[in-house]
């Protein structure tokens, strides 16, 4: 696992090199051969002028043994207390050495990797395109629990260590890393890492860390300085600002370790560092966000539900429509490196998609008018206005002069797959690829499969949705897919409050202490009210009614009666100022049919979790969804489901009393929450 080798100079070189994983890990292995590999340098130390801790993988270190974290049982604590005492011994030798030590970071080096570098003197990353450096223990419900934590704050200081690394599970390329104050060198070959890491040590016989040279200080002060006393309240409420939501155990474990390990020595800040880490690990939280971010996550991208098929790649992408997700959908598709032809009704529409951005990429995108452009396209992909007739009309314009058998993928948010494949002349390559708004952001792709999709067809749509950078789940046909399906539900849910009388505030804060992203009302006005309003018809016409008659004679008088559309015109649930969102719009009490009807607070949170909850177990019953973890990964990425459930299925496992809770709110608000 650490290979040893000393050259002439006196300088061994430690290379990381786990022969049973394609990244190194913390896991036992990394354990006995740190601890081999230090006493091995103890032993021979007259003879070492210093060390320099590198890898022979492409990346330096993943980061944590997450299969094993996730199994960890209350009972295990004084196991893992050991294992993480063990783990912080030897980076402490290691650091204490009396010698130099180097990291040379050839490539990504996160979370455990990370904490490693931070245990040697001198930090040099190589910039290369994958190298990314930080802690995303965060986004897992974690911390950092190889004296991660520890050391940050004590090379930046308490703020800028929780607000840029601990806190933000950020991952900096070098060269903001360096900016950052968190490694030293970067340079651009693997030559280079290793001789600007030799005369490092040549130059610095005496290095220690700033920490244990005498009249050593945090950076900023202690927590018991009277500026950072002034500070470190106003930490939690900035907290939970970025973090949305409450239920997240592990920035306030992190904020908590930060501070109490400032005011001790490093040994002590090390133990309440395992022994909130241990909190955590043990805890149902870290569980559910591990499984979701890593092992479902690793299921989705790594093509569980793509049919294996071997199937050509996308290289010339026709794009229709150059509105707000064309124009973004083209510009993805460019800047992955793909040829991409933007059509659109007239050359002026065309060229909105060639107007912001890098120059380099949008060289890439041709705008145009001309279906003749089109010619020898490999994928067209539709994202005209909402309204099949249209859909079909462009399909049968371009259909011709397309390469053979291109793949045909429409964008279409809410119309069924199956039905706009009737407009093309080969079904079987007709699917959806529905993109998340704004595209270069949302990192999900739902790839919607119409009853006579082919499984060429979902391999091909696959492939290019992670040649692009997306994750991509894969669903079966029905009206609103999974995603738009799912969120109609949780917004229809607050409507309804609305309407029984429940301040629109407190709906939106019970979505927020929940841990949604953005209210519904919010999100209601984004998706606009006039888009709910015809979703509502689409919906009666083919006979379905979710039990949202309240929602919906609400949004009628808003429409109606009020002229509150959404966000683009300035006036919804809220009002908008040169485009930002102000206050909720005063009006909407006099809305109320129920008069004041009083809905615990818990119900609030509970109905919204439970409309999408139950709507996504229909999903899977009605086989829409065809794994769990496309649901779950799906709903985080896609609808902003609370991250810390680990996903909607997730939670319905998850939740105590699942069954009994639907019957309940069944029983007080309606039928739509029976249990199916
Ligand atoms: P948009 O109104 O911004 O853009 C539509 C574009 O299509 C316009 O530039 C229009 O000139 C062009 N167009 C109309 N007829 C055309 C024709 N015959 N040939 C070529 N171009 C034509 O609309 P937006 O928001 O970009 O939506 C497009 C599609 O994407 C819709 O199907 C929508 O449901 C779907 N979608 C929208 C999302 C959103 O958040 N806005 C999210 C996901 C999907």
Same mark, same amino acid.
């Given at each position: 696992?650490?290979?040893?080798?000393?050259?002439?100079?006196?300088?061994?070189?430690?290379?990381?090199?786990?022969?049973?994983?394609?990244?190194?890990?913390?896991?036992?292995?990394?354990?006995?051969?740190?601890?081999?590999?230090?006493?091995?340098?103890?032993?021979?130390?007259?003879?070492?002028?210093?060390?320099?801790?590198?890898?022979?993988?492409?990346?330096?270190?993943?980061?944590?043994?997450?299969?094993?974290?996730?199994?960890?049982?209350?009972?295990?604590?004084?196991?893992?207390?050991?294992?993480?005492?063990?783990?912080?011994?030897?980076?402490?030798?290691?650091?204490?050495? &009396?010698?130099?030590?180097?990291?040379?970071?050839?490539?990504?080096?996160?979370?455990?990797?990370?904490?490693?570098?931070?245990?040697?003197?001198?930090?040099?990353?190589? /910039?290369?395109?994958?190298?990314?450096?930080?802690?995303?223990?965060?986004?897992?419900? !974690?911390?950092?629990?190889?004296?991660?934590?520890?050391?940050?704050?004590?090379?930046?200081?308490?703020?800028?260590?929780?607000?840029?690394?601990? !806190?933000?599970? $950020?991952?900096?390329?070098?060269?903001?890393?360096?900016?950052?104050?968190?490694?030293?060198?970067?340079?651009?070959?693997?030559?280079?890492?290793?001789?600007?890491?030799?005369?490092?040590?040549?130059?610095?016989? /005496?290095?220690?860390?700033?920490?244990?040279?005498?009249?050593? $200080?945090?950076?900023?002060?202690?927590?018991?300085?009277?500026?950072?006393?002034?500070?470190?309240?106003?930490?939690?409420?900035?907290?939970?600002?970025?973090?949305?939501?409450?239920?997240?155990?592990?920035?306030?474990?992190? !904020?908590?370790?930060?501070?109490?390990?400032?005011?001790?020595?490093?040994?002590?800040?090390?133990?309440?560092?395992?022994?909130?880490?241990?909190?955590?690990?043990?805890?149902?939280?870290?569980?559910?966000?591990?499984?979701?971010?890593?092992?479902?996550?690793?299921?989705?991208?790594? &093509?569980?539900?793509?049919?294996?098929?071997?199937?050509?790649?996308?290289?010339?992408?026709?794009?229709?429509?150059?509105?707000?997700?064309?124009?973004?959908?083209?510009?993805?598709?460019?800047?992955?490196?793909?040829?991409?032809?933007?059509?659109?009704?007239?050359?002026?529409?065309?060229?909105?998609?060639?107007?912001?951005?890098?120059?380099?990429?949008?060289?890439?995108?041709?705008?145009?008018?001309?279906?003749?452009?089109?010619?020898?396209?490999?994928?067209?992909?539709?994202?005209?206005?909402?309204?099949?007739?249209? $859909?079909?009309?462009?399909?049968?314009?371009?259909?011709?002069?397309?390469?053979?058998?291109?793949?045909?993928?429409?964008?279409?948010?809410?119309?069924?797959?199956?039905?706009?494949?009737?407009?093309?002349?080969?079904?079987? /390559?007709?699917?959806?690829?529905?993109?998340?708004?704004?595209?270069?952001?949302?990192?999900?792709?739902?790839?919607?499969?119409?009853?006579?999709?082919?499984?060429?067809?979902?391999?091909?749509?696959?492939?290019?949705?992670?040649?692009?950078?997306?994750?991509?789940?894969?669903?079966?046909?029905?009206?609103?897919?999974?995603?738009?399906?799912?969120?109609?539900?949780?917004?229809?849910?607050?409507?309804?409050?609305?309407?029984?009388?429940?301040?629109?505030?407190?709906?939106?804060?019970?979505?927020?202490?929940?841990?949604?992203?953005?209210?519904?009302?919010?999100?209601?006005?984004?998706?606009?009210?006039?888009?709910?309003?015809?979703?509502?018809?689409?919906?009666?016409?083919?006979?379905?009614?979710?039990?949202?008659?309240?929602?919906?004679?609400?949004?009628?008088?808003?429409?109606?009666?009020?002229?509150?559309?959404?966000?683009?015109?300035?006036? &919804?649930?809220?009002?908008?100022?040169?485009?930002?969102?102000?206050? !909720?719009?005063?009006?909407?009490?006099?809305?109320?049919?129920?008069?004041?009807?009083?809905?615990?607070?818990?119900?609030?949170?509970?109905?919204?979790?439970?409309?999408?909850?139950?709507?996504?177990?229909?999903?899977?019953?009605?086989?829409?969804?065809?794994?769990?973890?496309?649901?779950?990964?799906?709903?985080?990425?896609?609808?902003?489901?609370?991250?810390?459930?680990?996903?909607?299925?997730?939670?319905?496992?998850?939740?105590?009393?699942?069954?009994?809770?639907?019957?309940?709110?069944?029983?007080?608000?309606?039928?739509?929450?029976?249990?199916?």
């Amino acid at each position: 696992m650490i290979s040893y080798e000393k050259d002439d100079a006196g300088i061994v070189t430690l290379t990381m090199n786990d022969p049973d994983q394609s990244a190194n890990t913390m896991n036992a292995a990394y354990v006995a051969a740190m601890t081999a590999a230090v006493d091995r340098l103890e032993a021979e130390k007259e003879q070492v002028t210093g060390v320099i801790v590198t890898s022979a993988k492409n990346t330096f270190f993943a980061g944590g043994d997450l299969p094993m974290m996730s199994q960890a049982r209350p009972e295990d604590a004084p196991a893992l207390f050991e294992l993480l005492g063990t783990i912080k011994r030897d980076l402490r030798r290691l650091e204490t050495y &009396g010698r130099p030590v180097v990291a040379a970071i050839n490539g990504a080096a996160l979370g455990g990797g990370f904490e490693i570098a931070l245990a040697c003197h001198h930090r040099i990353a190589l /910039d290369a395109p994958g190298t990314r450096l930080g802690f995303p223990e965060v986004t897992l419900g !974690l911390l950092p629990g190889a004296g991660g934590v520890v050391r940050t704050v004590r090379m930046l200081g308490i703020a800028p260590a929780l607000m840029t690394w601990l !806190l933000t599970g $950020k991952r900096l390329k070098p060269a903001a890393a360096l900016e950052a104050g968190m490694i030293d060198e970067v340079v651009g070959s693997p030559e280079e890492l290793i001789t600007h890491a030799k005369a490092w040590i040549a130059a610095n016989p /005496d290095a220690a860390q700033p920490w244990d040279r005498p009249g050593y $200080k945090i950076p900023g002060g202690s927590p018991s300085t009277p500026k950072l006393a002034v500070q470190l309240p106003a930490f939690p409420a900035t907290l939970r600002k970025q973090l949305k939501g409450n239920r997240m155990p592990a920035p306030e474990a992190i !904020l908590e370790t930060a501070v109490e390990g400032a005011q001790v020595d490093i040994e002590t800040a090390f133990q309440i560092e395992s022994r909130k880490l241990i909190t955590l690990l043990t805890g149902r939280i870290a569980k559910n966000m591990i499984g979701a971010f890593f092992f479902d996550m690793k299921a989705v991208n790594g &093509g569980a539900a793509r049919p294996a098929v071997e199937v050509p790649a996308a290289t010339r992408v026709a794009v229709l429509g150059a509105g707000m997700m064309g124009a973004g959908i083209a510009y993805a598709c460019a800047r992955a490196g793909l040829e991409v032809v933007v059509k659109d009704v007239t050359p002026e529409a065309a060229a909105r998609a060639t107007q912001e951005g890098d120059p380099a990429v949008l060289a890439r995108i041709k705008p145009t008018a001309d279906v003749e452009d089109l010619r020898g396209c490999d994928v067209v992909i539709e994202a005209v206005f909402e309204d099949p007739k249209l $859909k079909h009309q462009v399909f049968a314009e371009v259909e011709p002069v397309l390469a053979p058998g291109a793949l045909l993928a429409s964008n279409t948010s809410t119309l069924p797959i199956t039905g706009l494949a009737q407009g093309v002349s080969r079904p079987a /390559d007709f699917i959806g690829m529905h993109f998340f708004s704004p595209v270069g952001k949302m990192p999900l792709l739902e790839i919607v499969v119409g009853e006579q999709t082919g499984d060429a067809a979902i391999a091909r749509a696959f492939d290019l949705g992670r040649t692009i950078g997306k994750t991509p789940i894969v669903v079966n046909d029905g009206r609103g897919f999974f995603t738009s399906r799912v969120i109609g539900q949780f917004i229809n849910e607050a409507v309804t409050m609305v309407a029984e009388g429940v301040p629109a505030a407190s709906v939106e804060q019970a979505a927020l202490q929940a841990g949604y992203p953005t209210g519904p009302l919010a999100l209601a006005d984004e998706v606009t009210l006039t888009l709910m309003a015809k979703i509502h018809k689409a919906y009666l016409a083919a006979g379905v009614n979710a039990g949202y008659d309240k929602a919906h004679a609400l949004v009628a008088a808003m429409l109606e009666t009020h002229d509150r559309p959404g966000r683009s015109s300035g006036r &919804g649930f809220y009002a908008y100022e040169n485009g930002r969102r102000g206050r !909720l719009w005063a009006g909407l009490a006099e809305l109320a049919t129920d008069e004041g009807r009083a809905v615990p607070f818990a119900d609030l949170q509970e109905r919204l979790l439970f409309s999408e909850a139950l709507d996504a177990l229909r999903c899977r019953a009605e086989g829409v969804l065809r794994t769990d973890a496309d649901g779950n990964i799906g709903s985080i990425l896609g609808i902003g489901f609370p991250a810390w459930t680990g996903g909607v299925l997730r939670y319905v496992e998850q939740h105590p009393d699942f069954k009994g809770r639907a019957t309940e709110l069944a029983a007080r608000y309606g039928e739509r929450f029976a249990p199916a």
